[in-house]
Structure formats: C-alpha cells, structure tokens
C-alpha cells in the first residue's frame, strides 16, 4: 500500500518559485503576471480547489514577486485559509463575495483586488494557453490600458525541471498506478465490461491515495483499442482479447501515465511479436536518456527501430511528453525539438508501433514515466513492460 501522508510545497519553496517566474518575465519586458490555469494557480500559491467555475488567479508584480496575491471565490475560503487540503501560503490571499451588494461592504468581484497589483499601462503577462476569454477580459478591465503579454511559455520553462517535493509526489502518483495495475491479471474474467474494469481500477486508486486523474480512465478490449481516447464502455471482455489500458491517477496533484497491454487468452504470433516489437522501440528511446541528451535523439532512435520493422509506415516522429502537475507539458519529445535534457525533468516515454501492426486485433501500447538524472534515468513504473498475458476464466458467481 502506498503512504498517503501529504506531500505539499513548503512556502519556502512557492517564493523560489515567484521569483523565478518574476525573473523570467522581467526579462521579457512584462511589468505585472496574472496566472489563470489552475496548474499555475497551484504551482505559484499552493493552493488547488477542485472547481474553478470562478475567476480565480495568482497576480504579481516581476518587481515585487513576494508580493503576489491569491484571488479567490468565497466558496472556497476554507480551503484558501485552512489546512483542509492544499491552503494558500502567499501572505497576500483575497477573496471576493460575486454579487454582494455594495452595502455589504465586501469587494463583490476579482478587479478591485486585480488593481491593487496592476497599474495602468502595465504590459501584463496571462497564460492564455490556458485561460477563458472571460477572465482575461476581466483582467484587462480592471486597469486602463494594459498591453497584453502571453506568459504561457514563461511559465512552462519554470515547470519543466522538477523540485524535490514534486517528484517526491510524482513517485507517489506512479507507484499508485503500477499497484493498481498490478491487479488487472485478478479482475479480468469472461463478461466484465470496460466500464467496470474502470470503476475497479478508479476506486483502487482512490483506496490507494490517489486525489485524482489526470484523464479519465482509458481501457479497450479488441479492436476498440484502436479508439485509443475512447471512454470505457458496456462493452464485454471475450476470451482471446486484447486489453489495453491507459491510467493516470494523481497524488498531490501531479500525474502518473502508465498504458499496459494485456492479453485475456491465448495470444496470436502477430499479437505476441508486436508487443516485442514496442519494447525494443520504446528501448531505444530510452538509452538515449541522460542530462544534456538532445530531445530529438529520442525520437530519431525510436524512429529507427520502427523503420526497421515497418519501412512503409509514416511516422508522426514523436517520443512521448513531459509530465508533471498536468499530463502534457514542456518541453515536447518531438523530432524538431534539439533542446537538451536536463536533469530532474520527467518524461512519459511512449513511442510505439503503427495501428496497422496487429490489424483485426486491436492496438498494443505501454507508456512509462522516468525522471531524467545525469548518467540516465530513472524509472517511476516499474512493471512488465511486454504483452502481459492472463489466462482466461470464469466469471465469478
């Protein structure tokens, strides 16, 4: 069983992180920084809610980054102020009462709190990857003549190499996945259904826990493994089946990503050689791992191997994606992208053979996470990473 102790950032750690944020925005001309993504929200204040229907942001000056504020929506003021879960831990935490009427005295909405950070004729930095059209405009209004700055790349650089508490968290999110997968041999049985496998793995992880996902639980059985980002449905598993699986639970709040393949029977020649075949690609990728390797190494390694068992396949020339407080971050593994590996960035590593592989079978995957160190890696999911293969058996009665 996986501790459940909570692993949160110190304050200490959340002003390392304004000021590095602050630095690089400073550097690029941007006066004042509001960050609207919830991921952002949590990495620049610590605090995490789980709904975000309301505007919510952290705003700072680049001149004053231990200045910044946490907005909030009085819904969540015991979460905001209370260590119910993950509070704030900036000394500036406001909250705004949405409709209150002006003889209540309190401040009824997020830009009075805005403008006490920005200053008119601010060039103001939003992530806007992220964020509504509603909020930004509720920024841009809350002082004259703002410029607008994306600062969605800013942001992202300061994310991409991971501090200690973070993979601290993220072993905890990846350990939690390779438990609950390790049951699938156990739950598998003739007649259950995609959904229901789902629900076993969703409440294992929770037990296990697990604060969340960072996708919804993807599992297909058969040739509906080829619909790769379809939802689990009342589809029955049958002897001689592909399952493919694809599991994302978190803990305090940072991802795991772990896809296994699975077959429920007795698997064909053309089944058992693919799954061989997607550990050497995925083998590949991975020696090229190590600080200072160049991302695009990565891909063209595995890029290799799969030319070699499918010359005629076109390939969307990608490795994977970094990972951290959500499941697709920077940098990207992808063929065009020379930058260099740096130590303690974390990487779900996935490059694997085309659909076509194992046609009128389904579609065998696997994904695992590593944390880049200086001679290599180092391997958050430790699990078969092969065709695992569970004999079939009755359903229970």
């Not at 919510?56 to 680049?62: D, I, K, N, S, W």
């Not at 599991?247 to 896809?259: K, R």
């Amino acid at each position: 069983m996986v501790a459940t102790a909570p692993i949160a950032p110190t304050k200490e750690e959340i002003y390392r992180r304004l000021d590095t944020v602050a630095g690089l925005a400073a550097a690029q001309g941007i006066d004042s920084l509001v960050a609207l993504e919830p991921a952002h929200i949590f990495y620049l204040s610590g605090f995490r809610t789980t709904l975000y229907t309301r505007f919510m942001g952290v705003a700072l000056r680049t001149s004053a980054p231990h200045e910044a504020m946490l907005i909030a929506t009085a819904v969540d003021r015991t979460l905001a102020f209370q260590p119910v879960w993950f509070p704030s831990l900036l000394d500036r935490t406001e909250i705004y009462h949405r409709g209150a009427p002006a003889s209540s005295g309190l401040i009824s909405e997020p830009g009075p709190l805005l403008a006490q950070v920005l200053q008119t004729g601010d060039t103001v930095g939003i992530d806007l990857h992220g964020a509504s059209y509603g909020n930004v405009e509720i920024v841009l209004d809350s002082q004259p003549d703002l410029h607008l700055r994306d600062a969605t790349d800013i942001l992202h650089a300061a994310r991409s190499v991971k501090t200690d508490v973070e993979i601290a968290a993220m072993r905890r999110a990846n350990a939690i996945a390779v438990e609950v997968l390790g049951q699938v041999p156990n739950l598998l049985h003739d007649g259950i259904t995609e959904a229901e496998l789902a629900a076993a793995l969703d409440g294992a992880a929770r037990l296990a826990g697990s604060d969340g996902f960072a996708y919804p639980t993807l599992i297909g059985f058969g040739p509906k493994s080829l619909a790769a980002h379809a939802p689990p449905t009342a589809r029955a598993l049958e002897r001689d089946e592909i399952v493919t699986i694809a599991f994302g639970p978190m803990a305090d709040g940072y991802c795991a990503d772990i896809v296994r393949t699975f077959f429920y029977g007795t698997p064909p020649e053309q089944a058992v050689r693919s799954g061989k075949r997607g550990v050497a690609i995925q083998a590949a990728a991975l020696e090229k791992i190590r600080a200072g390797a160049p991302i695009s190494d990565l891909v063209a390694a595995a890029g290799a191997v799969i030319t070699g068992f499918y010359p005629d396949v076109v390939q969307a020339r990608g490795a994977g994606h970094s990972l951290g407080l959500t499941v697709h971050e920077e940098p990207s593994l992808l063929a065009s992208n020379h930058a260099p590996l740096e130590t303690n960035m974390v990487l779900a590593i996935e490059p694997g053979a085309p659909a076509h592989a194992m046609q009128g079978i389904g579609l065998y995957r696997h994904c695992d996470v590593i944390r880049v160190t200086d001679e290599g890696y180092e391997l958050l999911t430790p699990m078969d990473r092969g065709l695992i293969v569970v004999s079939g058996k009755e359903a229970a009665h």
